[in-house]
C-alpha cells in the first residue's frame, strides 16, 4: 500500500494505492488539491528511452551490463527504459543486441524493467556524429531486419538525408519500430520526407541536427512545426531553457530522456561511451576535444530541472512518464490506474525521491 497525493490521468487524488501481483489493484482515493496539504506526491514511475549506461557500465559491454544500468536508474526513480547502443562494428553490434535481447526476457530483482533497445546508430550521419564513433554506415535492409530479429528493438535513430534511407523508415515503420530522424544534417524537407515516410519522433531534440534559420529552418525546423513526439535532454546543460521553453510550445507530446552514460551516478572521472573515452567533470560527460558525450542526468533530477523552469509538476510527470508510454504503444505504464503496472514513484515536497516501485518491487533510491 502506498499513501499520498497521487497523480492520475484524472488529476491528483488524496489516498492509497493498493497492490497486488506487480500491478494497481485498487486506488481508494478522492480529488485534492496538493497544495493543501503536505503529503508526498506520487507519479508514475519514470520511462527513459535513450540511456546508455549508468553506475560504471556501458549498454555496448553487454547483457550484464545493462543490468548494472538497469539498476542504478532504478534507484533514481526509472521503472522502464530502453537500453541505447552506440554505433559499432557490425558483429560488435549484433553480439551485444543478442546479449539484450537476452536480458530483456526477465527483468533482474531491483532493476528497472528495460522494454527493449534503442538503436541509436549506426545509420547516422558521418558528418554529424556528436560523441557516437566514426563507423557510421548506410542502412542495407536485410541487415536492419537481422538485428530486428535478435533483440527487441523499439527505436531506430538514422539520418533520414542519407540515399536509401527514406525506404528503410518506410520499411521499419510499416513492423511497428518508432523511426526517429537524428544525428542528421538533413534539411527541412528531408525531415518533412522522413516524417511522410513514418518516421515519428526526434532524437535529442536540438543535439546533433541541422538548427532553425529563418530562411533554412533545418531539422530543427521540421520538428517544431510538425513533430507530435520527440525527445529531450533536460540537464540544462545540453539545450538552453529558452529553446526548452520553444519546443515545449511547439511539440504536444515532448518528452524527456536522460542519454546518460557510464559515468551516471558516478564520481568524476573517466569512463568509456561505447568504444570511446570519456571524462566526467562538473555534471557533464565529455570527449577528450570537449563535445558532450551523453549525460549523468538520472530521472528525478529531469523533473526537478523543468519544476525549475515552472512547469507544473503534473506536466512534467507526463513528459517523464506517459508520453513515452504513449509513444512506444504501452497503455499499461506511464499512467497511476487500476490494472496498469504498479510502477510508482514517491516524491517528497521538496521533489526529492522518496521511494520507487518497479512493478510492486520496492527499490532502495537514492536521496538527492
Ligand atoms: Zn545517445
Redesign the pocket.
Known amino acids: 500500500m502506498v499513501t499520498g497525493n497521487i497523480l492520475t490521468p484524472a488529476g491528483w487524488r488524496h489516498g492509497r494505492i493498493e497492490i497486488e501481483a506487480g500491478r494497481i489493484a485498487a486506488i481508494d482515493a478522492s480529488p485534492v488539491d496538493p497544495a493543501r496539504n503536505d503529503a508526498p506526491y506520487i507519479v508514475p514511475g519514470f520511462i527513459d528511452l535513450?540511456v546508455?549506461g549508468g553506475g560504471g557500465a556501458d549498454t555496448m559491454e553487454g547483457g550484464a551490463a545493462a543490468v548494472t544500468m538497469a539498476r542504478l536508474h532504478a534507484r533514481f526513480g526509472t521503472t522502464s527504459l530502453l537500453a541505447?547502443t552506440?554505433t559499432a562494428p557490425r558483429h560488435e553490434l549484433r553480439k551485444v543486441l543478442v546479449e539484450l535481447g537476452e536480458v530483456a526476457r526477465e527483468r533482474p530483482a531491483g532493476s528497472a524493467r528495460m522494454l527493449g533497445v534503442h538503436l541509436?546508430g549506426p545509420y547516422i550521419s558521418p558528418s554529424k556524429l556528436?560523441?557516437q564513433p566514426p563507423e557510421a554506415v548506410v542502412a542495407v535492409l536485410d541487415e536492419v531486419l537481422d538485428y530486428l530479429n535478435v533483440a527487441p528493438i523499439k527505436v531506430v535513430t538514422l539520418a533520414p538525408e542519407i540515399s536509401g534511407h527514406p525506404r528503410i523508415i518506410a520499411e521499419l515503420a510499416s513492423r511497428g519500430i518508432r523511426v526517429q530522424i537524428g544525428h542528421t544534417l538533413g534539411s527541412y524537407d528531408e525531415g518533412v520526407n522522413a516524417l511522410k515516410h513514418g518516421a515519428t519522433g526526434f532524437?535529442?531534440l536540438f543535439n546533433a541536427m541541422s538548427g532553425l534559420h529563418h530562411r533554412e529552418p533545418g531539422m530543427v525546423g521540421a520538428a517544431l512545426a510538425h513533430a507530435d513526439y520527440a525527445e529531450l535532454i533536460p540537464d540544462l546543460l545540453h539545450v538552453h531553457p529558452g529553446a526548452i521553453r520553444a519546443a515545449l510550445r511547439a511539440i504536444p507530446n515532448l518528452y524527456c530522456v536522460t542519454?546518460s552514460t557510464a559515468a551516471a551516478g558516478m564520481p568524476d572521472g573517466e569512463y568509456r561511451l561505447g568504444s570511446q573515452g570519456v571524462v566526467k567533470c562538473l555534471g557533464a560527460v565529455r570527449l577528450k576535444d570537449g563535445t558532450l558525450a551523453?549525460s549523468t542526468l538520472t530521472m528525478d533530477k529531469a523533473l526537478r530541472n523543468l519544476v525549475s523552469l515552472g512547469l507544473p509538476l503534473a506536466d512534467v510527470s507526463n513528459r517523464l512518464s506517459r508520453y513515452a508510454a504513449d509513444y512506444l504503444g504501452i497503455t499499461d505504464r506511464g499512467r497511476i490506474e487500476v490494472g496498469a503496472w504498479a510502477d510508482l514513484v514517491m516524491l517528497d515536497r521538496a521533489l526529492a525521491l522518496q521511494a520507487t516501485y518497479v512493478e510492486g518491487e520496492e527499490i532502495v533510491v537514492e536521496y538527492a
Open positions: 535513450h546508455h541505447t552506440m541509436e556528436g560523441a532524437t535529442h542519454d551523453g
